[in-house]
């Protein structure tokens, strides 16, 4: 069982940046796929940026490309989403998630995905 808290949401101006944070307890994120989701009222639930555990593998939606970057801390469990020059449809809750998976191959669909945080709002004014 993996427990997953999302930190570091909040209002912010078009251009500007936040971080968010996702620690993870219960387990060690090894053999996981950490992922960040969005979700903007009267939307699917979209994948934003994933990360290997094992392999260091990251994946971008085209949308945030050049823009987001997600890393990760073993030493911390902790997964992060660094997003630079924020739109105004940026605006959503982010979820963290994470599937478990050995392979190098991305899962891309939220029913890959067997853990959830609470999610946390991300706002940006234009």
């Known amino acids: 069982q993996v427990q997953l808290v999302e930190s570091g949401g909040g209002l912010v101006q078009a251009g500007d940046s936040l971080r968010l944070s996702c620690a993870a307890s219960?387990?060690?994120?090894?053999?996981?796929?950490p992922g960040w989701f969005r979700q903007a009222p009267g939307t699917e639930r979209e994948l934003v940026a994933a990360?290997?555990?094992?392999?260091?593998?990251?994946y971008y939606a085209d949308s945030v490309k050049g823009r987001f970057t997600i890393s990760r801390d073993n030493a911390r469990n902790m997964v992060y989403l660094q997003m630079n020059s924020l739109k105004p449809e940026d605006t959503a809750v982010y979820y963290c998630a994470a599937a478990q998976s050995w392979s190098t191959a991305t899962p891309r669909v939220k029913d890959d995905y067997k853990y959830w945080g609470q999610g946390t709002q991300v706002t940006v004014s234009s």
């Open positions: 219960g387990r060690a994120f090894s053999g996981y796929w």
């Open positions: 990360i290997s555990w094992n392999f260091g593998t990251t």
